[in-house]
DNA sequence: ACAAATAGAACGAACGTTCGATCTTTTCGA
DNA sequence: TCGAAAAGATCGAACGTTCGTTCTATTTGT
């Protein structure tokens, strides 16, 4: 399986490309749909009593708000975005935003938060399928890159405003980029067991990958101009990694 | 000599991390010598005319400055510092910090400007000894961490707060970063036309390459926490590297 | 004593947040 | 089916605070 994949991929390298690229609309579809769902779901649990809502005018707002939150943070930082600013990009007035949060503090958690629900939930799904170490290692891998590319001003903006959290939710964030981290190393432990990775530290390997594919969504502009795809990028990835940790 | 330090490294690795941390040590120090003179150097570039002070004041002052800056920044960032935070952290006054800048604006542009300008100096002295290939990487993939190692805050600082750059100094940081990258592809090409390097996109192999590097002084905290050393790191990162390029 | 260097109060601009007025949509008896 | 009352949603001026910056009086060093 793994010399199968290896092979197929430096043989058939259109084909290939090809099969990923249908893969990966389906999988922004798939997320689209579940958007709307999470921002009522994690809206509604925010505020139990109260103000009851309309899902429509809800999710649309949300939709308007987080948008222009991450246009404008990831130009300028978060701290740097007035509420003036915000009030302009989404289109709402100063008082219809405070009716979806309690404070700009409050607002940067919850998009924390929401990226964290998003991630989390997809990347599990998405190594439960594979059974050998390689295919795991292999489906983590472009999981993240696609998920980081369908959401990439989420990732983005979730790692460089990070340090304005505060206490507790900021350990929630660091804990949440080290179990990415363990998902990784687990996987190539497994593999070393099985003897099917060479004997080397998985912990320190799997800080390179995550290295690697964090890249991808904090250079985007980078790789843009460059007009690398994320398929491409993965299949590059893909083979840098197997070039180190599988056993030949 | 390509082969004589790659087998030396493998063969005797306690010897070799042994002599590269007193290699470090050297290099911390010629750090520290020529920090004064670049701080003075810089501060005489900016203003041509008018106060004239003197040497000692100005680089006891600037180093406060610095650091205080690089310390609150780095934690909360550079925005959210406040000129109170930093008057109350160096232990100067209002009125005595604005004689060192002209403005909150100003006094990012002269630390970027000093991380630019220490970086750029000290790493093309670096593989200007080299000869092949091999080595020239080694050298550079050596010296970027090191460098990083040493100035840390002065790094992460110039990745986080380019973003709060505007226009033309913007541009300028884009552009070392680029530096750094086309360096590595260089030599990455250099050894593909000399047939000792496997023949792999160059630039997106040199992406990879910088990615990895960044993620030391990025995460710095992590990586402290498990208890590993720069040149631990090097050695890996190098061993990492040498398994996709060189050729076999 | 004199210039270099510092101190910290003072100023206007901009910030996050609030709140009563206003507009829009839904509800419901006739 | 229709229109008026109720509820939902939006608006933007106004408030108190904090910010970057300036300025003059004072201290320091030689």
């Given amino acids: 399986m793994m010399s199968e994949s290896k092979a197929e991929a430096a043989v058939t390298p259109p084909a290939s490309r ?39 005018t809800v ?40 009716n979806y949060f309690s404070g700009k503090d409050d607002l940067l958690e919850m998009l924390q938060h929401q990226q964290r629900l998003m991630s989390a939930t997809i990347l599990e799904r998405s190594i439960a399928g594979a059974v050998d170490p390689l295919e795991k290692l292999r489906s983590m ?34 804990e949440s980029e080290r179990a990415t981290e363990k998902m990784i190393c687990d996987i190539l432990i497994e593999g070393q067991q099985k003897g099917v990775f060479v004997e080397k530290d998985p912990l320190l390997s799997a800080s390179l990958i995550k290295a690697v594919l964090q890249d991808w969504y904090l250079k985007r502009g980078k790789y843009a101009e460059r007009k690398i795809t994320v398929d491409r990028f993965a299949e ?7 070039a180190w940790v599988v056993k030949m």
């Fill in 18 to 56: 090809k099969r990923r690229v249908i893969r990966f609309d389906r999988f922004m579809e798939s997320l689209h749909l579940s958007k709307q769902e999470i921002y009522r779901r994690s809206f509604d649990e925010k505020q139990s009593e109260g103000k009851i809502r309309k899902d429509r």
């Fill in 59 to 98: 999710v649309r707002n949300l939709d308007r708000i987080f948008g222009a939150v991450l246009k404008i943070s990831n130009q300028k930082g978060f701290k740097a975005m007035s509420m003036r600013d915000l009030s302009r990009e989404s289109g709402l007035s100063m008082g219809a935003l405070y």
């Fill in 236 to 242: 590059f990835v893909m083979d840098w990694i197997e």
């Fill in 141 to 174: 891998v472009v999981t993240h890159l696609y998920l980081s590319e369908a959401m990439q001003p989420w990732f983005y903006f979730s790692y460089m405003e990070t340090k304005n959290l505060s206490g507790e939710e900021r350990e929630k964030a660091i």
